[in-house]
């Protein structure tokens, strides 16, 4: 099984400022790897699939890069509503894997 | 708009069965493949199951398999997950996902709001 370790497992910051966040792999995914937003009650969403290509809705302040064991989810300035978890996700492997998530809150 | 409904959620005794069922709207149902995917209290996501648009291939995650069977009838856009002999680890969120595209993408574009079992005494 592929396992995701997302990093870090909480990061603070406040509106308009700079979030990344990281998803390693403990295998090549290549760049079958998507990103899921998750608020408090509320089902996930998706944001980006196939490592950095927006999925229909997600602004252009998101953006993925990555390939291979090494991913980052890019916030350009945190909006108060992007305050929430994000999981990885990869499908190169069966079976489909998520990683465990990282708390953006706000400082 | 598509919309994913699920239902028949609740407590459940160790050992027991549930099914669970989902209702999809606002997109053509029978071609796309659905998944379940669950969340244990405080926790991540686990992929559980997953079927073809035509129902006529399913997968199972190890956790599961032999106890959950995943299945839908396109006739009632709807998709099914029979739990039986439940644990407590099954104590979950079960959300019921769309797949992105027509084959198995496994990418989730949809989500229902998710129906919460719990397995307990």
């Known amino acids: 099984e592929t396992v995701l370790t997302q990093s870090p497992a909480t990061l603070s910051l406040s509106p308009g400022e700079r979030a990344t966040l990281s998803c390693r792999a403990s295998?090549?995914?290549?760049?079958?790897l998507a990103w899921y937003q998750q608020t408090p009650g509320q089902a996930p969403r998706l944001l980006i699939y196939d490592a950095s290509t927006r999925a229909t809705g997600t602004p252009a302040r998101f953006s993925g890069s990555g390939s291979g064991t090494d991913f980052t989810l890019t916030i350009s300035s945190l909006e108060p509503e992007d305050f929430a978890v994000y999981y990885c996700?990869?499908?190169?492997?069966?079976?489909?894997?998520f990683g465990g998530g990282t708390k953006v809150e706000i400082k | 708009e598509v919309q994913l409904l699920e239902s028949g959620g609740g407590l459940v005794q160790p050992g027991g069965s549930r099914r669970l069922s989902c209702v999809g709207s606002?997109?053509?149902?029978?071609?796309?493949?659905m998944h379940w995917v669950r969340q244990a209290p405080g926790k991540g996501l686990e992929w559980v199951a997953d079927i073809r648009g035509s129902g006529g291939s399913t997968n199972h995650a190890a956790s599961v398999k032999g106890r959950f069977t995943i299945s839908r009838d396109n006739s009632k856009n709807t998709l099914f997950l029979q739990m039986s002999n439940l644990r407590a680890e099954d104590t979950a969120v079960y959300y019921c996902?769309?797949?992105?595209?027509?084959?198995?993408?496994?990418?989730?574009?949809?989500w229902g709001q998710g129906t919460l079992v719990t397995v307990s005494s």
């Open positions: 996700q990869q499908r190169s492997n069966w079976p489909l894997t």
């Open positions: 295998q090549s995914v290549m760049t079958s």
């Open positions: 996902a769309k797949d992105i595209s027509g084959g198995y993408d496994y990418y989730f574009d949809s």
């Open positions: 606002g997109f053509t149902f029978s071609t796309y493949a």
